[in-house]
């Protein structure tokens, strides 16, 4: 699994190759020695249509990793940094650039064609 969430301030996607941030993404998790089925990583964005934060310039994004419980807290930590690396590559001028992680606990459903 994971499944990668990044928030943003609206207008980035119009400042910002945001498609090649999700590219590169799923490429570095997808080729991580935590995750063993590529096919199962998903990375995704969404704007926000309204947002106030407290530094300038007034631009986030926000990234949520959702695990499947298991990994340790130093792969834990490496996939955050990872995040975090790219985010930082790809958006090096928005105001603030976090990440958190979730563990999605059972049952997690899903249908794949």
């Known amino acids: 699994m994971p499944h990668i969430t990044i928030e943003h301030s609206k207008g980035l996607e119009d400042s910002h190759d945001l498609q090649a ?4 993404l799923w490429e570095a998790f997808a080729a991580h020695p935590s995750v ?10 969404i704007a926000a249509t309204a947002s106030r934060i407290g530094v300038e310039p007034q631009s986030f ?5 959702l695990l499947l419980p298991g ?4 792969t834990r930590a490496d996939l955050a940094r990872l995040t975090l690396d790219h985010l930082e590559k790809h958006l090096p001028d928005v ?9 999605i606990h059972p049952p997690y459903l899903k249908r794949m064609l």
């Open 21 to 24: 941030l999700c590219d590169t």
């Open 95 to 103: 105001g603030s650039l976090t990440v958190r992680l979730s563990d």
């Open 36 to 45: 063993s089925s590529p096919d199962t990583v998903r990375t995704r964005t």
């Open 61 to 65: 994004a926000h990234a949520t990793l």
């Open 71 to 74: 990994r340790d807290e130093d």
